[in-house]
């Protein structure tokens, strides 16, 4: 099988550029992420008022901002913090989302009615205002924003998860493990979990990207990470202010990165679900 | 196969079908689905096209009414509907016979109908397209077609949406639909797979009945052979996109000479055998992407093989009305 | 007309839902719910009269009781920042996310499906290649970010479009309100020089909005068309011989546009968060601003009040998906 | 697990000559939704009503309806993968009904009830190869590992005629025919006494489904299996059968040898089946027709009998009193006051 899907995962990505040029990028990123404050050439949170607002040029290559911080070395090393928000936000919804729909799924009964009444109540809610407010009323902390990011994509995990589990319950399958003696623990974990396993793992990659904007918009507003601490939600917001003045550049960049990072990992789900799934291919 | 004179008498035909070839461009390679394909259907006619999945006799409806998706495309010959060439006509042409001269009826009739347009609406589009008729004039002739096909209560059933008739019912839309605009031609493709035996009965005496009615022809595709031998005048034995066997639903059933049709029927069980009488087929259909395909593309799986079976294939007419597509017939 | 009512009522537990949780999220939480009530610049003596005021000295049911007795009353507190009650400020506002959110979701619906719909319809062609890649760069595209780069080439680069301050122009006085939404208002009177303005100031928020809901319709467009294209009805539908037309709009938009529909609910959601982020780049005098304003002068009131009419808003608008969805579809009225 | 006294797993050779024995089985769904203000729905599907049945050792019984009759249902409760609402399942000499289908996957006798499913493809966990597959009983029922499994699973894979460089294969590249001697080699693995196989070959063609069935019949010889054979096809009912029950909407109209049912149909719902199915010797013209569909069986009137209305030959009598099954010479059986013996 692994054979198998290695194989069917290279013709995937000489067959569709697009995949191999997203999972290079991802690298960067995660590159990026470990070694960047390491690497970066300025201090991200030294200020130069002499330097302020500076354009792009061979010393601050993507130039500098009201208080003359590098652009770029703060681009780089928020990227840590930034994909760091996502993917725990992603990890946390993964485990308890993806556990509540597998079992909501299987067992069926009070579970299933518990768990959807949990996933109504989110989705009663616009999703990001929700997580405004959970922000609001929990304190403006990186994990309260990582747990409100979770919990706005809670629902979707459970209504994935959970109609791959209803489909597969009906599976012959799984009544054939049952038969050869498996019980109702072992069928999920043993049998139902692993086949469902790669669209989860699909589905994380294309809420990672959701999951980075969500967590940016939260500090663009003001809510979530605060100044000075580098992140391109807030250096999208400092920047705002400068656009109508034409100092393109402070707001730019950052934008521009994150826009890059959720490309990415939008890329690299619908390449991922390629592999996967090749019939459901768009 | 060449040069054929199709069995059926020629003034009364509906359908007239010669070298027919179908071939279908995939990714591994050339599938070729269809090789000179030939047979014609009479008024008032009912042929049976019999054959096992993959034989290609799906695809030969399909293909005659210009149903083929992009990868399929006829290579050669011709299929005249009443005269007209079907092979070359244009996609409008087929578009304006399809439904009108020629109709189409499908195994699983509820994925079949539109889910949300009630089904007197789905028989009056027919009307209103072929048939020329206003809304009103086709709402009061769906009734009528929903009356033809013996749907209780037409009146109200005929603003019933699919979902809320059952599979038997949902069959007899669909050869309203297709009957609406009196066809001269009908193709049943596996229309009763997956009905319960009662609902088969009752659809196939409905199509039947309407055949003798408007002396239109039908051709009942199916791997059934009971169905085919209960509700047929003629059987035509399809195997790997060949019709090997083509003949009088009897003389086919008490005398059959093709080596694979003789395997079918001994492998068909039956009301009165036992089960050790019946004998499976050896071996596996050719895969139809080779490009070595032989003549008789039966010859791997025959007992009856010949050097002679290396020759170009040829129909060979035993007696009036019963052609067979071997060398060495039993 | 019972499956309406019944409907109706069906959407009463996420109300319930909705006002137990923006009550638990504001009162029961941990932190001082009095200090945050009553502003950063509070003294000790104040913070014990709000908290004697608000009762939340008193048992929880009890709060929560009174808190829903006074949501009934519309009575969602009083704003520090503008000194008004919540309920009035929300009132005064809610037209102008109104108008943006609801021309957003035009412009991104009269792009977006026809583009899905050419896009299944000629598979393969230049428009699916171009909706292809709409889709995965508009989803991906920080809809803050998207509108201050509008903001640089319209207004900064080519000059075309007015400051991004707000709903008109400083000088300009708004048309008298009837529906509250300006480019209505003024076309009633027929003051075509305001609808002008307006229209000026709202065609870049809207854009930004349009664009980003765009994403999301065209893909699911284009997916449920490209599904009923191959579905068997579709099929039966060609082997009647029906007129492309036919076969198009009336057999496979209208199933197609089921999916869509429900999908409309979840742009919703989309949108009315973008709103907020929306509204702060330019400036907008809707409830997403006045609830970023409050978020960072500490003051409660006008959040909760905000969260909860969107919230409201969303449940009603789900509602309006779902009776659209069961004229649509003679399924969903049986169920 | 159970540890009851006389509800012990007991040796073959102790039981008495009937294998399985159902008394009075019945199985009930609700249905309807049970939203917070719609309220709770007592509308009840009766999937298997009141059915009595009982398979001799070494005997194989074929169960036959169409779609909706309960025979998938009643599958799944002498399977035990679902449980019964009332009625007691006898295996041997133990009691099953008791016991939950959750905890049945750990009983003793799980392995002596073996089912092959209808669509073999569908029946195996696309991440297991065709080896795989056939080892998971072995494996967990006698936990067998390492060289004694693998042998095993070869002597299963050979019984049934599975070539053994197949075993490496995963599901979707086996032919049909091979997949359905995986789930066959995977459910006689473990050696059962009982055999459930439900429409082993309907997704078959004609040429692949003579071997499958002759392949059941040379099994059930040489392990002495005894079998449960589900199918809407009666030509193949009876090839493979000793005695036949026939169903209708939940409940049995007729039971008895095969051969006779099929030749001479005590109840009109049998007859109307059998006519209905296409034969190679060509339609009768005086064919009997069955019209309409069958009733909803959501809460159905428990006095009336399940096929009026339907019925060629009912009368005001059968709206109002159930039949009950009766007995007729040569071991038959049938549930119709109109029922009569056919001359002989």
């Excluded at chain 2, 031609?185 to 309407?210: H, N």
């Excluded at chain 3, 319930?16 to 502003?39: C, K, M, N, S």
């Excluded at chain 4, 069958?294 to 009912?314: L, Q, V």
């Amino acid at each position: 099988m692994s054979d198998t899907a290695l194989g069917h995962a290279r013709h995937v990505v000489t067959e569709n550029p697009v995949t191999g040029f997203a999972l290079a990028l991802f690298i960067l990123f995660v590159l990026a992420a470990i070694f960047g404050p390491s690497l970066v050439p300025y201090d991200p949170l030294a200020s130069d008022t002499a330097n302020a607002l500076q354009a792009p040029s061979g010393q601050h290559w993507f130039g500098t901002d009201q208080i003359g911080r590098d652009i770029f070395s703060r681009v780089v090393v928020a990227t840590r913090l930034d994909l760091g928000i996502a993917a725990a936000s992603v990890a946390l919804v993964f485990a308890f989302g993806g556990f509540a729909g597998l079992v909501s799924g299987f067992f069926g009964g009070w579970v299933d009615q518990v768990i959807g009444r949990v996933s109504d109540t989110i989705m009663a809610f616009p999703l990001f205002v929700l997580a405004m407010a959970i922000v609001a009323a929990l304190g403006n902390t990186v994990p309260n924003i990582v747990l409100a990011t979770g919990i706005i994509n809670f629902p979707l995990y459970v209504r994935v998860a959970r109609a791959e589990t209803v489909q597969r319950r009906e599976a012959g399958f799984v009544d054939a493990a049952r038969i050869a003696g498996h019980r109702d623990m072992g069928v999920l974990l043993g049998q139902v979990a692993p086949n469902i396993m790669p669209i989860m793992v699909v589905q994380m990659s294309l809420t990672m990207g959701y999951a980075i904007l969500n967590a940016a918009g939260l500090s663009f507003i003001g809510l979530g990470v605060r100044a000075p601490t580098p992140e391109w939600g807030i250096m999208v917001a400092e920047g705002a202010s400068f656009i109508v003045s034409g100092e393109w550049w402070v707001a730019l960049f950052p934008g521009a990165m994150l826009m890059t990072a959720v490309f990415c990992f939008n890329l690299l789900g619908d390449g991922l679900r390629d592999i996967v799934d090749p019939r459901r291919r768009t | 196969m060449s040069a054929a004179t199709p069995a059926a008498a020629a003034s009364q035909s509906v359908l007239d079908v010669t070298d027919f070839s179908v071939e279908f461009r995939t990714r591994a390679g050339i599938v070729r689905a269809l090789d000179r394909v030939a047979f014609s259907v009479g008024r008032g006619e009912t042929m049976a096209l019999v054959g096992e999945s993959g034989s290609g006799k799906s695809v030969t409806a399909y293909a005659l009414l210009g149903l083929l998706d992009a990868a399929g495309r006829i290579t050669g010959g011709s299929a005249r509907l009443e005269g007209t060439e079907l092979t070359s006509a244009s996609p409008a042409a087929l578009s304006a016979i399809r439904g009108k001269r020629a109709a189409m009826i499908f195994q699983n009739p509820r994925a079949a109908l539109n889910p949300i347009r009630n089904v007197g609406k789905q028989i009056g589009d027919v009307l209103r397209r072929h048939a020329g008729l206003g809304a009103r004039a086709a709402a009061a002739e769906a009734i009528e077609m929903l009356r033809a096909v013996g749907i209780p209560d037409p009146a109200r059933r005929a603003g019933a949406y699919p979902f809320e008739l059952s599979g038997g019912m949902c069959q007899r839309v669909m050869i309203a639909i297709a009957v609406a605009t009196r066809p001269a031609l009908l193709i049943a493709d596996e229309p009763t797979t997956g009905l319960d035996v009662t609902t088969q009965a009752v659809v196939m005496d409905i199509m039947g009945r309407l055949a003798a009615e408007t002396g239109m022809a039908t051709i009942l595709i199916t791997h059934d052979l009971a169905l085919a031998a209960e509700r047929s005048g003629r059987i035509a034995v399809m195997h790997a996109g060949h019709i090997v066997e083509d003949a009088p639903t009897k003389t086919l059933l008490l005398y059959p000479r093709h080596p694979y049709t003789r395997r079918l029927l001994a492998a068909t069980p039956t009301a009165a055998g036992n089960l050790a009488d019946l004998r499976s087929i050896p071996g596996n259909l050719p895969d139809l992407r080779r490009d070595d395909l032989p003549p008789c593309r039966f010859a791997a799986r025959c007992d009856r093989r010949l050097p002679a079976c290396e020759a170009p294939m040829q129909w060979r007419e035993l007696e009036p009305h019963h052609r067979v597509a071997c060398w060495n017939p039993a | 007309m019972r499956g309406l009512l019944l409907r109706l009522a069906g959407s009463l537990p996420a109300l319930v839902a909705v006002i137990i949780v923006t009550f638990v999220l504001t009162r029961v939480l941990p932190g001082d719910t009095a200090t945050y009530f009553a502003g950063p610049t509070a003294s000790a003596e104040s913070i014990a009269q709000i908290r004697a005021e608000l009762g939340l000295d008193r048992p929880l049911p009890e709060q929560f009781w009174s808190y829903v007795q006074a949501l009934v009353h519309g009575d969602l507190g009083m704003s520090l920042t503008t000194g008004q009650p919540v309920l009035t400020d929300i009132l005064a506002r809610l037209p102008a996310s109104a108008e943006l959110t609801l021309c957003g979701l035009l412009i991104g619906m009269a792009i977006a499906i026809p583009l899905g719909i050419i896009a299944a319809v000629r598979q393969g062609s230049l428009a699916d290649h171009a909706c292809r890649v709409i889709v995965t760069a508009g989803v991906s595209l920080p809809v803050f970010f998207t509108g201050l780069l509008l903001v640089y080439v319209f207004y900064f680069l080519l000059g075309w479009s007015p400051a991004p301050l707000g709903r008109l122009d400083a000088f300009a006085s708004p048309p008298p309100a009837v529906t509250g939404f300006y480019l209505i208002d003024a076309a009633l009177i027929g003051d075509w020089e305001t609808w002008r303005g307006a229209a000026a100031q709202l065609i870049l928020p809207a854009v930004t909005l349009g664009l980003f809901a765009l994403a999301p319709i065209a893909r699911i467009t284009r997916a449920s068309m490209l599904a009923v294209l191959g579905a068997e009805f579709i099929r039966t539908a060609r082997a009647s011989g029906l007129s492309s037309r036919t076969l198009i709009l009336t057999y496979a938009l209208r199933n197609a546009l089921l999916p869509v529909v429900t999908t409309l609910g979840m742009v919703f959601s989309f949108l009315l968060g973008a709103n907020v982020l929306v509204e702060k780049v330019f400036a907008w005098p809707g409830i997403g601003s006045y609830a970023v304003e409050a978020l960072i002068a500490s003051d409660g009131a006008p959040v909760q009040g905000f969260v909860l009419t969107m919230a409201i808003l969303y449940i009603l608008l789900n509602l309006a998906i779902d009776l659209v969805n069961r004229a649509l579809d003679p399924r969903a009225r049986h169920t | 697990m159970s540890g009851q006294i006389g509800n012990q797993p007991t040796p073959p050779e102790a039981e008495g000559p009937l294998l399985l024995d159902i008394a009075e089985v019945s199985k009930r769904f609700p249905v309807g939704k049970t939203g917070w203000l719609s309220g709770k729905s007592h509308s009840l599907v009766h999937a298997v009503d009141d059915v009595s049945l009982t398979l001799a050792r070494g005997e194989t019984l074929g169960l036959v309806g169409e779609s909706g009759c309960g025979k998938s249902t009643l599958v799944r409760l002498l399977a035990r993968l679902t449980d019964p609402t009332s009625g007691s399942i006898r295996f041997g000499t133990r009691e099953l009904s008791a016991i939950p289908a959750k905890d049945f996957a750990r009983d003793p006798d799980r392995a002596r009830i073996q089912i092959v499913f209808q669509d073999a493809g569908e029946s195996i966990n696309p991440r297991f190869t065709a080896a795989d597959a056939i080892a998971d009983p072995l494996r967990q029922l006698q936990g067998l590992t390492g060289d004694t499994l693998r042998q095993k699973v070869e002597e299963a894979a050979t019984l049934c005629g599975l070539p053994l460089e197949l075993l490496a294969r995963f599901p979707h590249q086996l032919s049909g025919g091979q997949r359905a001697r995986v789930g066959i080699a995977r459910a006689i693995g473990p050696r059962p006494d009982l055999l459930v196989l439900d429409e082993p070959t309907a997704a078959l063609d004609v040429s692949v489904q003579v071997t499958i069935l002759q392949l059941l019949v040379s099994l059930r010889e040489s392990l002495g299996i005894s079998y449960v054979f589900v199918s809407h096809d009666l030509n193949v009912v009876r090839l493979l059968c000793d005695r036949v029950v026939v169903m209708y909407l939940g409940r049995i109209v007729e039971v008895g040898p095969a051969r006779a049912v099929f030749d001479a149909p005590l109840h009109p719902y049998t007859r109307g089946l059998v006519a209905a199915v296409p034969r190679l010797d060509g339609v009768r013209a005086d064919a009997l027709r069955l019209v309409g569909d069958p009733k909803s069986p959501i809460d159905p009137d428990p006095n009336a009998c399940r096929f009026h209305g339907r019925c060629p030959i009912g009368t005001d009598r059968c709206g109002v009193e159930m039949p009950e099954l009766r007995r007729f010479a040569g071991g038959r059986q049938a549930a119709c006051h109109y029922a009569e013996e056919a001359p002989a």
